[in-house]
C-alpha cells in the first residue's frame, strides 16, 4: 500500500539559510499535519491543512510558513534556520480530519 | 505543558511475557487515544486506538484499556515477541487548541529479550 512520501529525507543546512520539506499524502487523503521532534523529544505538532486550507495551528515558529497544494501535498518552509530547529519533521495524512494518522518517514534536518 | 505523560522512558521484558505501557493525560477534552510504534530512522506506525467512550480494544496481541475516571490508558502486549522491541508513543487528540492534531507523550523504549 502506497504511504506517506516525505522529500529530503536527510537535509544540511547552514544557520540563517532556509529550507523547503516536501510531504506527499497517501492517495486520496486530503488532510496533512506537520510535526517537529527534537532530539529524546515527543513529536510536537506544528500546523495542519485540510481541502488545502489550514486548518489547525500548533508550536511553529513565525519563521516558518507551510501551505496545502491542489494535488494536496504539502510544503513546509522554513527561513533563517537556527541551531534549534535541527530536527525530525514529520508529515502525517489522513482522510477528512480523522483521528487515524499515518506518518512519513520524515526529514532529518541539521542545522549547522 | 505536556498534557500526555509516559513516565517509564524505558522497559525490558522478556520474550513470551506480558508488556504493560502506561500513559497519563490530564485533558479531559481528547476523544481518541492511539498508540504508535516506532522504529529509529522511521516514522511512527499506527498500533491501535480507543475512543474515548469505550474502555477497553483488542487487535490480536494488543490490548488498550482505558480509565477515564482515572485519565489514565495501558497498552498490553501479550504475548511479547523480540520485533515488539521499539519505541511506543501514546498520543491523543482533543478538539482543543490543537484542533485535529495529536498531543504524544514522550514515548517508551520496550526491549524484549530472548
Known amino acids: 500500500a502506497a504511504g506517506v512520501i516525505q522529500s529530503p529525507r536527510h537535509l544540511i543546512k547552514e544557520k540563517r539559510e532556509t529550507a523547503t520539506l516536501k510531504c506527499y499524502p497517501i492517495?486520496?487523503?486530503?488532510?496533512v499535519y506537520w510535526y517537529q521532534q527534537g532530539p529524546g523529544q515527543d513529536p510536537q505538532f506544528l500546523i495542519s491543512f485540510y481541502e488545502k486550507m489550514q486548518s489547525d495551528k500548533g508550536s511553529i515558529p513565525d519563521r516558518f510558513s507551510a501551505q496545502q497544494f491542489s494535488d494536496y501535498h504539502s510544503e513546509l518552509n522554513m527561513s533563517s534556520l537556527e541551531l534549534g530547529d535541527s530536527a525530525l519533521y514529520f508529515c502525517?495524512?489522513?482522510?477528512?480530519?480523522?483521528?487515524?494518522?499515518?506518518f512519513g518517514p520524515g526529514t532529518r534536518l541539521t542545522v549547522t | 505543558d505536556q498534557q500526555v505523560k509516559q513516565n517509564s522512558p524505558s522497559l525490558s521484558v522478556q520474550e513470551g511475557r506480558i508488556s504493560i505501557l502506561n500513559c497519563d493525560y490530564t485533558?479531559?477534552?481528547?476523544?481518541?487515544f492511539l498508540w504508535y510504534k516506532k522504529y529509529p530512522a522511521e516514522g511512527p506506525t499506527f498500533l491501535i486506538s480507543i475512543s474515548s467512550i469505550k474502555d477497553k480494544n483488542e487487535d490480536g496481541r494488543f490490548t488498550v484499556f482505558l480509565n477515564k475516571s482515572a485519565k489514565h490508558l495501558s497498552l498490553h502486549i501479550v504475548p511479547s515477541q523480540p520485533g515488539d522491541s521499539a519505541v511506543y508513543f501514546c498520543a491523543a487528540r482533543g478538539l482543543g487548541n490543537s484542533g485535529y492534531a495529536l498531543n504524544f507523550g514522550k514515548g517508551t523504549s520496550l526491549l524484549v529479550t530472548p
Open positions: 485533558n479531559s477534552m481528547f476523544d481518541y
Open positions: 492517495p486520496r487523503h486530503d488532510t
Open positions: 502525517a495524512s489522513n482522510y477528512g480530519r480523522g483521528y487515524e494518522q499515518y
